[in-house]
């Protein structure tokens, strides 16, 4: 449990730092300097690959080359049956494609539609999946095998849920980027749930962190099909009132609780050693 409270504390430590100093920058004088404004945005990109530097650190200091060789080589493991694929990148668009339905059955219309088209989102997922690398080698890769090995791999994704989300906690208050006001508790509601999911597709595919990758980037560009985004939202502490945040938090939930009846043991997902 010690080197999970070290990982946990020094990605928080990192990331926070680096997040907090880009919203104070763009907060008060980078609006004037695109040289600030670019050191920011630096700021950002490091903060959040903050979970993976630490990991492969954490690693590399406890368990030498072998261990963390042993860690990368789960980003190149795409020996996984083609479901697991349809999976990682249409779980979020069947929620959303859902969530339509649900609108229109409860209310009569249909609800607000993006304006990416479908082989753009695809575009998208195929060109982001490496940036995902960042988060991922960290929270799938370091922190869940060792969560699940104490925990089981249901209450792992869980708890590893909430964590994750309240590591993103700063960025709503950052001026200018897309979560920059938004409800902060429906976040912190939902993400739990997206972390059940990629749960039990890492349980399926051998802790591939490829396809949690995959995934990873499927969530990010497919939510634009049926935003849930308030774009007069100013209080990040505020619930969310929209009838679409609520359906998707609804539906994710109704995903993860079957995710979590029939989650896959543990046993073969260990820690890289």
């Excluded at 990192?14 to 004088?29: D, N, P, R, Y």
């Excluded at 479901?83 to 779980?91: E, K, L, S, T």
């Excluded at 939510?223 to 007069?232: E, G, M």
Aim: with cysteine; charged share 10%.
């Amino acid at each position: 449990m010690g080197s999970l409270l070290k990982f946990f504390s020094l990605t928080y430590a990192v990331t926070w730092t680096c997040f907090i100093a880009a919203a104070m920058i763009l907060g008060t004088v980078a609006s004037g300097s695109p040289r600030l404004a670019g050191l920011a945005g630096l700021l950002l990109l490091f903060g959040t690959f903050a979970p993976s530097v630490v990991a492969l650190w954490l690693t590399g200091r406890s368990e030498g080359r072998s261990g963390t060789r042993a860690m990368l080589r789960r980003l190149l493991e795409w020996r996984v049956g083609a479901r697991w694929y349809v999976f990682a990148v249409g779980y979020m668009a069947a929620i959303k494609l859902a969530v339509a339905l649900v609108h229109r059955v409860a209310v009569g219309t249909w609800p607000p539609l993006g304006q990416e088209v479908w082989y753009a989102i695809l575009a998208s997922i195929v060109l982001t999946t490496v940036g995902q690398a960042g988060e991922e080698i960290g929270w799938r890769g370091y922190a869940l095998p060792r969560l699940a090995a104490r925990l089981g791999l249901a209450r792992a994704s869980v708890l590893l849920g909430v964590i994750w989300a309240c590591w993103h906690l700063p960025l709503f208050f950052v001026p200018g980027i897309s979560q920059t006001g938004q409800s902060f508790p429906m976040y912190l509601l939902m993400v739990p749930a997206l972390s059940v999911a990629i749960a039990w597709l890492y349980g399926h595919t051998n802790g591939s962190l490829l396809l949690a990758m995959l995934m990873h980037s499927a969530i990010n560009q497919t939510a634009k099909i049926i935003p849930t985004a308030d774009t007069a939202a100013t209080n990040p502490l505020a619930l969310s009132d929209s009838l679409v945040a609520w359906l998707t938090l609804a539906l994710l939930w109704i995903g993860a609780g079957y995710f979590l009846v029939r989650m896959p043991k543990t046993e073969a997902l260990r820690p890289a050693a």
